[in-house]
C-alpha cells in the first residue's frame, strides 16, 4: 500500500489527509500541538475552494455548515459608498463557514483510515536524496512515499527545500472575532454583512446565520475583521479591545455594536504575513516518490483576497488527482513534479492580485487617500472583479 506522510493538521493538512486516505493511501498525519484545533473564527470560501472541497468528496459537509455572503459594497468611514454592488447575472457567490464546523467536517472525512499522531513536532527531513522521503521527530524517522509539507506558514520542514524563502510581516495586523447573536439583539440581519475602509484600516462583516440556519451542525453568529496598518499589539486582548474600539470609534454601523458585543476571549489576533519570494518548486523528488509544499508553507499570502485556505484546498485537490494512479517510483516522482507545475502558476497569479489588493486596501496619507477614493469607484470594480474572475478560474485536474 503506497504511504503518505502529512505535517501539519491545519485545514490543507486535514484535507489532503482524508482525500489521500479515501484514495487508498495509509496516510500518518503529524501535528505538534496537543490536539487538532482550530483558530475558532471563521473563514470566506469562494467558489474555486468550494470547487476544491467537492473534488475532495467534502462538498456535503460544507453544504450543512455555510452560509451565502451578502456582498454589500464598500463604504468609507463617513458612510459615504465607495463601491455599489452590481450583481452580475448567474455570479457565484462565496459562502462563509464557522471554522469550527469546517474543522468538524475535515476530522470526520479523515474516517478510520488516518493514522493521527498530535503532540508530534516534526524537526526536519532526512537528508538523503536516493533514500524513501522521511522527516525526523524528536521520536525518531517516519518515512513514506509522499511527504506532504502542511505546516503553515513558518514551516519547519520549507528551508531545507527553498532556502530563499522568507516570511516578512505584510505591513499589518488583523483581529477577528465571531459574536454570538444574542450579545447583539438589536443588529437588524440585512445590516450586518458589509466592508468598510479607512486610512490603513479596515473591517468586514458577515453573518453566519443563525445556530443551526445552515444545516443541521452549524454554530452561528456574526463573524468580523479588523485590519489595521502596523505591527500585531502586545498587549493583553482587553487592552487590544480598548484600542480596537478607539480606532473605529464613530465607524458606521454595525462596526460600533459588533466591537461592543466582543468580548476579550473572544478576540483572536494575527500577524499579516506573506513569504517571499514563492518558492521555486512546490514538488521535490526524492527516491522513489517525492515531497511536496501545501497551503500556507508553500505560498503564504496577506488575509486580503480570503484566499489562502481555498488554495490550499487547490492545492490537495490537485495533489490528490496526479497521485491518484502513480505507484512508488519514476511515475510517483513525476506526480510530484506535475503538482508543482499545476500549482505554482496559479499561487503567484493569486499572490500578485492579493498584492495589488493590499495597496489599494492599506492606502494611507492624505493624498494616497484620495487617489484611491477618486479611483475606487472605477478601478476597483475592475480589480475586484479580476480578482474574483481569476479566482474563479480554476477546475480540478481530471484524474
Ligand atoms: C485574518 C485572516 C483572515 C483570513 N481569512 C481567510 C478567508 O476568509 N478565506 C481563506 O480562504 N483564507 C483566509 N485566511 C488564510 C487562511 O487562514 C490560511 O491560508 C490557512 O489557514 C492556511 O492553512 P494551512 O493548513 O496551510 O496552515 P495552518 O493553518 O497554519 O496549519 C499548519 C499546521 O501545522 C502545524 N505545524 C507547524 N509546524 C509543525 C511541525 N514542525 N510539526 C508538526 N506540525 C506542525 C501547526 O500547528 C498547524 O496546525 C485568513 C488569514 C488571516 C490571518
Same mark, same amino acid.
Given at each position: 500500500? &503506497?504511504?503518505?506522510?502529512?505535517? %501539519?493538521? #491545519?485545514? +490543507?493538512?486535514? $484535507?489532503? *489527509?482524508?482525500? =489521500? @486516505?479515501?484514495? !487508498? ?25 468550494? &470547487?476544491?472541497?467537492?473534488?475532495? %468528496?467534502? #462538498?456535503? +459537509?460544507?453544504? $450543512?455548515? *455555510?452560509?451565502? =455572503? @451578502?456582498?454589500? !459594497? ?326
Amino acid at each position: 500500500m &503506497r504511504t503518505a506522510v502529512v505535517v %501539519g493538521a #491545519g485545514v +490543507g493538512g486535514l $484535507a489532503v *489527509a482524508g482525500a =489521500l @486516505a479515501r484514495s !487508498g493511501w495509509r496516510v500518518t498525519l503529524l501535528e505538534r500541538q496537543d490536539r487538532i484545533r482550530s483558530a475558532g473564527t471563521a473563514l470566506v470560501l469562494w467558489p474555486n475552494g468550494i &470547487r476544491a472541497l467537492q473534488a475532495l %468528496g467534502l #462538498g456535503g +459537509g460544507l453544504d $450543512a455548515i *455555510a452560509t451565502g =455572503l @451578502a456582498y454589500h !459594497g464598500v463604504r468609507r468611514p463617513d458612510g459615504q459608498w465607495l463601491v455599489q454592488p452590481r450583481p452580475q447575472a448567474g455570479e457565484r457567490v462565496p459562502v462563509v463557514v464557522h471554522q469550527e464546523d469546517l474543522h468538524d467536517a475535515l476530522i470526520a472525512g479523515l474516517g478510520e483510515q488516518v493514522e493521527i499522531r498530535t503532540g508530534v513536532a516534526v524537526r526536519g527531513l532526512r537528508p538523503a536524496s536516493t533514500d524513501r522521503p522521511a522527516v525526523t521527530t524528536g521520536r525518531g524517522v517516519v518515512e513514506a512515499d509522499l511527504v506532504v509539507a502542511a505546516d503553515g506558514a513558518q514551516s519547519t520542514l520549507r528551508p531545507a527545500l527553498a532556502p530563499a524563502s522568507t516570511v516578512v510581516s505584510s505591513g499589518c495586523a488583523a483581529w477577528r472575532a465571531v459574536v454570538p447573536w444574542y450579545r447583539a439583539p438589536q443588529l437588524p440581519p440585512e445590516r450586518i454583512s458589509g466592508e468598510i475602509l479607512g486610512a490603513g484600516y479596515r473591517f468586514v462583516s458577515a453573518s453566519l446565520g443563525e445556530r443551526g440556519s445552515a444545516g443541521g451542525s452549524s454554530r452561528g453568529g456574526i463573524y468580523w475583521v479588523a485590519t489595521a496598518a502596523g505591527a500585531s499589539r502586545p498587549e493583553p486582548p482587553a487592552t487590544q479591545l480598548t484600542l480596537l474600539r478607539r480606532w473605529f470609534a464613530g465607524w458606521p454601523s454595525p462596526v460600533g455594536e459588533l466591537l461592543a458585543a466582543t468580548e476579550p476571549a473572544d478576540l483572536v489576533q494575527a500577524e499579516v504575513r506573506e513569504l517571499r519570494p514563492l518558492p521555486p518548486s512546490y514538488g521535490f523528488p526524492t527516491g522513489p516518490g517525492g515531497v511536496v509544499l501545501l497551503g500556507d508553507a508553500a505560498h503564504a499570502m496577506s488575509h486580503h483576497l480570503g484566499q489562502g485556505a481555498c488554495l490550499a484546498f487547490e492545492d490537495a485537490a490537485t495533489l490528490c488527482a496526479v497521485v491518484r494512479d502513480a505507484v512508488p517510483g519514476p511515475r510517483l516522482a513525476d506526480a510530484v513534479a506535475a503538482y508543482s507545475r499545476l500549482r505554482r502558476p496559479r499561487t503567484v497569479a493569486m499572490v500578485r492580485q492579493s498584492r495589488r489588493m493590499a495597496a489599494v486596501l492599506q492606502a494611507r496619507g492624505r493624498l494616497a487617500l484620495r487617489a484611491r477614493d477618486a479611483t475606487l469607484g472605477t478601478i476597483s470594480p475592475r480589480l475586484l472583479g479580476s480578482v474574483a474572475a481569476t479566482a474563479d478560474r480554476w477546475s480540478p485536474p481530471p484524474s
